[in-house]
DNA sequence: AAAAATATTGTTAACGTTAACATAAGGTTT
DNA sequence: AAACCTTATGTTAACGTTAACAATATTTTT
């Protein structure tokens, strides 16, 4: 390997200070204009290429965000770290990327790793199997700025970006309310993440606003993974018949995706026998055998959003922290059993 | 903020050397086991943080690589970045994602600013719009290690990890021409990138091999994403019936969605009317309307061997530039009108 | 032409860490 | 007890850059 070219070899190879070469290669502070394009040109000679690591340990600033992903399979994940690249790039900061893969364990090395590495910043999207917030409290602390979205962390003075989960959760059981089902089951996510936590109330608040009893046989502990909604419907259909629920409310769309194909494994019809609701509209909710009724979140709005405040609080340390909450809307499609009127 | 702990500070409140303190934290060289111990307890204490840029500009090593790829929302490319995490997480890098959105110019900045960010090591997928490879050719030549996946760079020196293009797209035409089609046509992406050009060749090598004659009106140039399917198959379907293709190779999965779009919307069946068939097995691939004849890459894999390859490159400069190729599968399914005999 | 203002360049130290070498303390061998 | 290991710790310099201040050259003002 070619010994790396400093600006110490520009320096000398001009015969000037290498603070003047710096200067020139940052087009900042007063430089004569020939001298500039002497230290340019002599860089371009050489084959100069600056050095971020030791700017930025001057700087106390990397330009680079970490972003901390539960899921990348799940297609609004790839949808919202698209959101997030476009406004880091123009704003010229990276992103780092770390995949928790649904485990605290990692999601805690993962974000010590990116301190480490002195992000400027953080974006986190909770995993599953989280119970406790000392890790992102820890961050807070020592001054990085952080900003929880979709799955978010509240109380611990970051800014959040994410949907009404809770009203979303709301709306889209008291559809099937409306169709007229009334014995319906939740596979819920685990409460101790924020959308599992707000979905499920989503859905007991739609059920006393419509003067449903709650059975709480039908909130069947979850998770977020197509295996979860599968095993966890594998159970509901282990009920004798006249226990069994006629709706689904499923936590999010790969769990309807395995709530589905338990249904129909065995023989069963959507919605004829089961109607079925999921929540995120993933990219191949529209696609599946029975197409699924589901709520739209603005994935890569989210995570241009999320970016933006996240830049904003560290260029600004005073910067509003804030809770901030994007629209959805319900797609309804046949999953569900619902006859339009045209 | 909290002012920042650093190696002095614990070296001072013990009493002690940084250097001492440097050796207790890296748990390296020869030390006192109480010494470390009480280093440990007081970095803790002090809620101590290590500043890995400082350690990076020390050892000239980041344990950071750079992924660039051309579009996170097709799904193979999220499965291939599962891939290459896992395995940098293994051996402790950490990965800077840069999306070029397709787009030459955002590539070239993204190599550089890497570069600078003294990232160990790249891995690229090139961009659909670049033709020229100067970029590639200037960090080789500074000694960063680059390993060119899925859409490769040949002859400038770099292992390559990428499956065999040529013979899939030679195998999935003859699988059209074996159940009988004559008249069919390549919706080909950009020949600038390799799997372009691959791809071409083996659809050629295929019509070849089976004495069909090429027709260089049924060769559409086209390009990888849905909207380039779509508008290439309604330029088709403008032909008088009798010139038209009857069977359609897309160059990937999503331009196959697209055509499939533009031949349904006019009224025409798949496959009665066209046979189709994609390239990669997108997730939405067994789901469309109708499903999809493709060609199944080992994505997650691999996403993982290109990782391996690179971070022996990185540990070893003496590691062998290798053409790494991973077997594909043909995945029937209706698209193409194959009658299973079962 | 002296004084003042401006433009340009240079010097020193710092960012936080570790490599390489140096020293000291304690234990062993002969 | 002199010579020699070991083990533990310390010192100095370096990684590549820029901030802060200092100095000099040039231009403008009076």
Redesign the interface.
Known sequence: ??K?VTVKQIADEIGMSMMTVSRALNENGNINKKTREKVLKTAKKL?Y??????K??VQQK?F?IGVIIPE??H?F???V??GI??VA?QSKY??????SAEDQQ?EKLAI???????VDGLLISTAQSVTEFDHYQ?VV???LPLVSFDRCVYDIGVSTVSIDDELSAEQITEHLIKIGYKKIAHLAGPVTVSIGKKRLNGFKKALKKNKLVLNEDFIIPSGFQEADGYNSMKKLLKLPKTKRPRGIVAVNDPAAFGAMKAILEEGYKIPEDFALVGFSDD??AE???VPLTTIRQPAYELGRIATQKLIAHIEN?KEKVEEIILPTEIVVRSSCGFKSSS
């Open positions: 390997m070619k790396r084959g290429i600056p050095n971020f690591v030791a930025s340990l990397t680079t990348i399979t297609s994940f790839p949808e770290i698209r690249e476009e790039y990276q992103i780092i990327l770390a995949h990692k010590r790793t990116l301190a480490s590495k002195r820890e602390s020592h001054g990219i191949r696609l599946m055998e340390s």
